[in-house]
């Protein structure tokens, strides 16, 4: 049985082991707090990955119950991995293990480290995740259909960082995403590009040409019209900034090109400093355009992971049909929230996101 909300059918809850499962890379993050990388001498560890994220996100502040499909090397980094995840209450059933070899040369876990910045100065990121687990996952390793048929699931959620891991990982995430829309799940997509992991993968035309290529498979998309781009456009180079108007022509054209596409949902972020945003979203379902509550000059203690707590909110009010103004303004306020704490994982919850949605100040809560 099945609900519809949103131009969205949606399978029953009480009818599915799951409410969403995400597909993605979870790795180590190194935090040097308000030093510099390279001067650094004490480093904070978090978890994180953007489609893990979104599944943390939903169990930890939104209490629905998720699972992810990933890989790790087995090795202490990789245990400390799984102990992060359990703290976050993502199911790791789907976890699967690849045997470590001692020095990494066939599998090791993916490390990254992150200064958040500070006014003019930018925050920076510096990757080392090659050779991971997931990213040498192939085409037939995961029995799909007894995860989305058998356990039962009501959302998928993955993104254009799983499909930049390799070359093989588009075809895992389609494969996974054709199997979802057969046992009629809900399907999510974040374009979610990174320069860093496709500039040896044809760039922003590569990363284009790979979300078209899913894009048949989509119900919901979080992105814009330059991340489907045939030929790179004015909008693939930048953030979207749109009117009312400007956004319900942009989502139109995408659902006329791809008419699976249901809900489209967009960020806006203009950064002032590193530290001061405005952060707002539009989206579009049914032939209908939304705006969110804005948040001009948020104060942002630490930017990552907030697009992902963007998508969370907007998922859980989706699943829980509360419409699709409340959801965006959910995910908005979640998202705003998730950059006032650091790491990439949400530390809100519920009675905060609609606290903050209802307008509710920062004063002392006693």
Known sequence: MSDTFAGLTIRIASECRWDLLSLGEVMLRFDPGEERIAGARNFRVWEGGGEYNVARGLRRCFGKRTSIVTALADNPVGRLLEDLMLQGGVDLSHLRWMEYDGVGREARNGIYFLERGFGLRGAMGMMDRGHTPISQMKVGQVDWDAIFGGEGVRWFHTGGVMCALSAEAPAVAREAMAAAKGHGVVVSYDCNYRPSLWKNA???QGASDVNRMLAPLVDVMFGHEGDLAAVLCEASHGAPWHSY??????????????RNIRVIATTTRRPKTANRNDWAAF???EGKVYE????D?????DRVGGGDSFAAGLIYGLLDAKGMQWALDCGVAHGALAMTTPGDSSMATLSEVERLMAGGAAGVQR
């Open 202 to 204: 044809g760039g922003r």
């Open 245 to 258: 108007e400007s956004y319900g022509e942009m989502a139109a054209r995408m659902c006329d090109e791809f």
């Open 283 to 285: 989206g579009y379902a």
């Open 292 to 295: 969110s509550i804005r948040f």
């Open 297 to 301: 000059d948020l104060e942002v203690f």
